[in-house]
């Protein structure tokens, strides 16, 4: 099975300017959770998606937001950006039921750079 | 007061000496814990998931969650320096309805030839 696949793997951005960041889970997986991980703070969660639908929110502003397609295929949109929001930004993917049998398996990651 | 405590190191060891690596945490509700590598800028591994409390061992690695003292660890026996990575744990409650996990912030391992 291919891994979890994250798009572009490196940005550049400037403040003020946004940015989308694409998800391509784990074939059969329909939960996709996203992470924010920086040096002070580390890993984050950021929101979770399944079947479509958004379904746990962490304490981010509500300039980061996402959507989850049919397919299970997830992005996330970053608005107005500020130099604080530079970070690796991490999904994962899993099957979404809940319990013993259910892993986050992470992909690589996009690491985002706000200048 | 963060909901999951992690020492973030750096932690040094020769090789072959046994790691120990630890995490503490506030909410009781957890049930489900991990511990993920993460090599430098790659994504976490999964290493190890446990339920509730006991052991778990898996090769060189075994897990110990002691839910009464809501502490759980990390062993690497026989440590390589292939083992220098970043070692996160990670927790939730295991509800159908989150995939929401709190992460340590994470310990980062060398092993030294």
């Known amino acids: 099975k291919a891994g979890v696949t994250q798009t572009p793997r490196y940005l550049i951005k400037t403040r003020g300017q946004q940015v989308t960041l694409s998800c391509s889970p784990i074939s059969g997986h329909r939960s996709v959770s996203w992470y924010q991980q920086t040096p002070g703070q580390g890993l984050q969660f950021l929101f979770e998606?399944?079947?479509?639908?958004?379904?746990n929110k962490g304490n981010f502003p509500g300039r980061f937001s996402g959507r989850q397609f049919s397919n299970s295929r997830s992005e996330m949109n970053v608005s107005t950006l500020e130099l604080g929001d530079s970070a690796l930004y991490l999904c994962?993917?899993?099957?979404?039921?809940?319990?013993?049998?259910?892993?986050?398996?992470f992909g690589p990651g996009t690491r985002l750079t706000v200048l | 007061q963060k909901e999951v405590e992690q020492d973030p190191g750096p932690l040094s060891v020769p090789e072959g000496a046994i790691v120990s690596l630890n995490c503490t945490y506030s909410n009781s509700a957890f049930q489900y814990f991990m511990w993920y590598r993460q090599y430098s800028r790659k994504g976490p591994e999964l290493l190890m998931y446990?339920?509730?409390?006991g052991n778990k061992e898996d090769g060189r690695f075994t897990a110990q969650v002691d839910k009464s003292s809501k502490y759980i660890s990390l062993f690497i026996r026989d440590s390589q320096p292939s083992d220098s990575a970043t070692y996160l744990c990670a927790m939730n409650d295991g509800s159908s309805n989150t995939g929401k996990l709190i992460f340590g912030q994470g310990t980062t391992l060398q092993v030294k030839p």
């Open positions: 994962a993917s899993s099957l979404g039921s809940g319990g013993n049998t259910d892993t986050q398996y």
């Open positions: 998606y399944f079947s479509e639908t958004q379904r």
């Open positions: 446990t339920y509730s409390s």
